[in-house]
């Protein structure tokens, strides 16, 4: 309860920061994208992550509030790279469930997009096959936001239900592959097998995908010989603050 009552009053205080992990072609070495994480600083207890924090959020009803503040700063921060040099590349942010069902979700991303002159293009929102225990609502909200220009892509892939016929139906640009399926794939058959079909089924519904939670060389390597390019975990980076980032990872364009 303490812990609530100091959260409603962090983003005002701008206790709330994102940090941002590199998403990287492997064969280049060169970075095609950021997904944005929340933190908070808390004045005394220091960087506490989402796990901590957001729970609470959802529960207290200060999910929409923090969620549009992420949209906005990631969108800001985006805007202000591009224009100062950075490279050309998207921001994924994470959508709650709350907030996927939103009723004002696709206006106010599009005054959020025109407030802070990102084009749609480089916001990629990143969404759970759990959210979506309606179909007939998840499409129409997908379809808005497809017709937007935003890209949608599917977090955790693998972990929820019914994935493939939401595969079928729904407006997804790309499919992120869920790290539990990564973490063993250099001694589980099984796992190697789910991830290279996964790999194959998005190219051919000419999906991008991504895998998540790659931390060494080995799993590195048999992605990569899967034909897997885009990498995301601590083999390459923890999320950074945003200087940090910049100061590991901008080259000069
Ligand atoms: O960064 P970390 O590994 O601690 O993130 C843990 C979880 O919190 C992940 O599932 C991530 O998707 C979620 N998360 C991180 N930032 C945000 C955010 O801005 N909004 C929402 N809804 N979830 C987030
Ligand atoms: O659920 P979601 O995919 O949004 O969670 C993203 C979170 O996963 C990031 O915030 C990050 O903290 C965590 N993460 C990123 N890369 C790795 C990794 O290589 N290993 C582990 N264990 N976690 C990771
Ligand atoms: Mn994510
Ligand atoms: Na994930």
């Excluded at 493939?164 to 190697?192: C, E, G, M, T, W």
């Excluded at 895998?211 to 048999?222: N, R, S, W």
């Amino acid at each position: 309860l303490e812990l609530e009552a100091r959260l409603r009053t962090a983003i005002a205080a701008n206790e709330l920061i994102l940090y941002y992990q590199p998403q990287m072609d492997a064969p280049s070495r060169t970075m095609t994208g950021v997904e944005a994480l929340i933190r908070w600083n808390h004045p005394t207890k220091g960087i506490l992550p989402p796990a901590v924090f957001l729970p609470i959020a959802e529960e207290a009803g200060l999910i929409y509030e923090i969620g549009t503040w992420v949209l906005r700063e990631a969108c800001r921060q985006m805007k202000s790279w591009h224009d100062n040099g950075g490279p050309l590349i998207p921001v994924a942010v994470n959508l709650s469930s709350q907030q996927f069902h939103q009723p004002q979700l696709v206006s106010y991303i599009r005054a959020i997009l025109e407030e802070t002159g990102l084009p749609p293009q480089y916001l990629e929102l990143e969404i759970t096959e759990s959210m979506m225990v309606n179909a007939a609502v998840s499409v129409e909200i997908l379809k808005d936001l497809n017709a937007l220009g935003v890209r949608i892509s599917l977090d955790d892939f693998g972990t929820g239900y019914s994935s493939l016929s939401y595969l079928k139906h729904f407006p997804i640009d790309k499919i992120k592959i869920d790290r539990s399926f990564v973490k063993d794939i250099a001694q589980n058959d099984n796992d190697k097998a789910i991830v290279a079909t996964i790999i194959t089924l998005a190219q051919h519904l000419n999906m991008l995908v991504i895998a998540e939670g790659i931390e060494t060389k080995e799993q590195l390597d048999i992605l990569m010989h899967n034909d897997c390019r885009d990498i995301q975990g601590y083999y390459f980076s923890h999320p950074l603050p945003a200087e940090e980032l910049e100061s590991h990872f901008f080259v000069p364009r």
